[in-house]
Nanobody, 117 residues
Framework: QVRLVESGGGLVQPGGSLRLSCAASGGIFGLYTMGWYRQAPGKQRELVATTTSVRMTNYADFVKGRFTISRDNSKKMVYLQMNSLTPDDTAVYYC???????????WGQGTQVTVSS
């Protein structure tokens, strides 16, 4: 099964940018829909963005125009470019892989993003 490791989180000022990375190992990366989710304190985990094996993308309304998800199948990487960050974007961001044939889901350990002045 695929294993996921996120990186790139940190502290950023409002209006700033961050790029999150998720490295996958194991599995056949090209068979997975990859996604980013986030969970803020006291809130449920929510979808941020997904990209399918054929690079169809889907975004939550609250990030449209600000965040961009991309994948590099040759490197087994998925990225989340986050621009115009606000304090409401503060959360732990999780990488997610869903095997498109079996539906099996894998989660990474998460990376903290804090937007604060």
């Amino acid at each position: 099964q695929v294993r996921l490791v996120e990186s790139g989180g940190g502290l950023v000022q409002p209006g700033g940018s961050l790029r999150l990375s998720c490295a996958a190992s194991g599995g056949i990366f090209g068979l997975y829909t990859m996604g980013w989710y986030r969970q803020a304190p006291g809130k449920q985990r929510e979808l941020v963005a997904t990209t399918t094996s054929v690079r169809m993308t889907n975004y939550a309304d609250f990030v449209k125009g600000r965040f961009t998800i991309s994948r590099d199948n040759s490197k087994k990487m998925v990225y989340l470019q986050m621009n115009s960050l606000t304090p409401d974007d503060t959360a732990v961001y999780y990488c997610n892989a869903r095997q498109e044939h079996t539906g099996y889901i894998t989660w990474g350990q998460g990376t903290q993003v804090t937007v604060s002045s």
